[in-house]
């Protein structure tokens, strides 16, 4: 049995088939544009090839992820033109699988646990950095459960000193995503974190924000480890400055023997793959469910 899965990115859709345990078997990647046409795109690619019994989506957010909830699969405030209240679901009901919905770092997250750097851990947190910055609390391997799903890249830092950055974020002045996202990065300096010079303050300063963030994570939800992805952090260096930083900012509170491990902070052992090996993953669990009632 095939499931399919999408992860919807804020620069970049991936589609894809693979089995109900996450494994790819075949995938595409294109741009993303405005809702309709991007959807057009997704359900063109699911109506050709090989069916599927389920389809998983990890999205942007804001997004509604509580399946009794009537918005469900209902994009929420999010700040990207043309896509405010956009229903994921009704674009894709035309396929007529199931359907499954979670945040793109709720579902990476369990893809980690599942397959990679998460396992086994009791408390683990994805964070991904990138268009935006979102994180996930994953609790036994699974996103914790709550009213909504976190917002952690929209917790308030301390400024360096002289960064008089307007924020990126249209909803607050200095929050992470607003200080230290790839957009923030790109008008900060013209450039994405990785093409700066190796020297260049940049680096510093961005580490210094995601450190302060990760020292915040650290101090609510003591995590066994955490696992920090998206394009902002394969720059080179970045995940030994943001551990430096976290040190620091803890100044010897709140430390456990894992937060001093070298390991403590790593990129998704998945790669890439790490959020539509997810989206496959809950996709798979309807499969499961389904066959259990029919059974
Ligand atoms: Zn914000």
Not at 80 to 98: C, E, N, Q, S, T
Not at 103 to 113: F, I, K, L
Not at 147 to 170: I, K, N, Q, T, Y
Not at 262 to 289: C, H, K, Q, S, Y
Request: charged share 20%.
């Amino acid at each position: 049995m095939l499931v399919g899965g999408v992860e919807l990115g804020g620069t970049k859709i991936r589609v894809g088939r693979g089995t109900p345990d996450g494994r790819i078997g075949e995938s595409e990647t294109f741009a993303t544009e405005g809702p309709d046409k991007s959807f057009a795109r997704i359900v063109g690619y699911f109506r050709r090839g090989s069916p599927i019994a389920a389809i998983g989506i990890g999205a942007f957010g804001p997004v509604a992820i509580g399946r009794d909830d009537p918005d469900y699969g209902r994009l929420r405030g999010t700040p990207k033109p043309g896509w405010r209240d956009f229903d994921i679901g009704a674009a894709m009901a035309v396929l007529g699988v199931p359907l499954l919905l979670d945040t793109d770092v709720n579902v990476a997250g369990r893809a980690e646990a599942a397959l990679g750097a998460l396992r086994g851990a009791d408390c683990g947190v994805y964070l991904t950095v990138g268009t935006g910055i979102g994180g996930a609390l994953i609790l036994n391997g699974r996103p914790a459960p709550g009213a909504s799903h976190p917002e952690m890249g929209h917790v308030a830092l301390v400024r360096a000193p002289a960064d008089d950055f307007p924020s990126v974020c249209p909803y607050h002045r200095d929050c992470a995503e607003g200080l230290a996202s790839g957009p923030a990065i790109r008008r900060r300096f013209g450039a994405s974190l990785d093409l700066l010079p190796a020297d260049h303050p940049g680096h510093a300063l961005i580490a210094g924000y995601l450190g302060q963030l990760l020292a915040g994570i650290v101090s609510i939800a003591a995590p066994r480890r955490i696992v920090l992805g998206g394009g902002v952090a394969k720059a080179a260096g970045l995940h030994a400055r943001v551990r430096e930083v976290l040190a620091r900012s803890l100044n010897g509170y709140a430390i456990y023997p894992e937060v001093e491990a070298p390991g403590f902070v790593v990129p998704p052992a998945l790669g890439d793959d790490t959020g539509l090996a997810g989206a496959l993953l809950i996709a798979g669990e309807e499969t499961g469910r389904s066959e259990t009632r029919v059974g």
